[in-house]
């Protein structure tokens, strides 16, 4: 983690429990961390391309909640990386965990009947997001939401490896997912763990080639890009398996469309 600020920009002194590598209002008075900021744009973009296309074409509202869910981490981690304030970092973590719950409940639910709802792990999902909240602010204690949200993330690895298992997939859109959020994870622990040999290197090289240090920065983009795609995934197996034959559109940003639907 950094150290504290030297400088006091417009949202005043940090009061979040984390400060990133990111030297504080290095770049802008206005944006205490600015690469870690505009990088949620790969979280927000494209789950909203995915909305609008799920709404179009009257995806299931489990499909809807997770786009809608991503684009509020990218919106919460917005807010927290531009002013580090405690009360924007909790826009930033609860998103990620109540946002998350969709995600596993669409995957475990590939193979489940149209118009069908499992009410036990809809209360289980529930009532873990519940118990997170209520522990995490009233402790504060970010090991603790890191180890919640990494149960989840595990959870997420477990139902794609029944989905690859059990149902018509897309090896494509698994892999992609994969790639992405995992390189992300690991630029993610580079900045945590060699931010000071980081910096230094900043000091060195042209301001130009600076930001392609922010490794936290891209952990966003891989995050955004790997969750997102791992959301089409999981839609193109719902349609696979409602026999809607699925149509993947482009490849960079990847948009899943049921096509002619196929006879019983």
Known sequence: ???????????????????????????????????????????ILP??????FAVKDAAEGRIVGCHIGLMLVGMGSWCFHMTLLYSSQLLDEMPMIWGTC?????LYEVGSPPKSHNRILQC?????????TVVYTTTHNVIFFQVSYGIMVFAIVACSIQVYRNFEHSNFLLVMGILTYGTGFLLWN??????????????????????????????????????YTSI??????????????????GSLLPIVRPGREKAM
């Open 1 to 43: 983690m950094a150290p504290p600020s030297e400088k006091i920009g417009f949202w005043g002194p940090v009061t979040s429990t984390v400060d990133w590598c990111e030297t504080n209002y290095e770049v802008s008075f206005y944006i205490a961390e600015f690469w870690n900021t505009i990088s949620n744009v790969m979280m």
């Open 124 to 132: 289980v999902l529930l009532l873990y997001c519940l118990f997170v």
């Open 102 to 106: 969709f995600l596993i409940y669409t």
């Open 190 to 227: 580079v900045d945590n763990l060699y931010c000071e040999n980081l910096r230094h290197l900043r000091q060195w090289l042209p301001a130009a080639l600076r930001p392609l240090t922010q490794m936290h920065a891209w952990w966003h983009v891989g995050a955004g890009i790997g969750t």
């Open 47 to 52: 789950p909203l391309v995915g909305l609008l």
């Open 232 to 249: 089409i995934y999981a839609a193109h197996a719902r349609l696979v398996y409602l026999k809607k034959n699925p149509v993947i559109e």
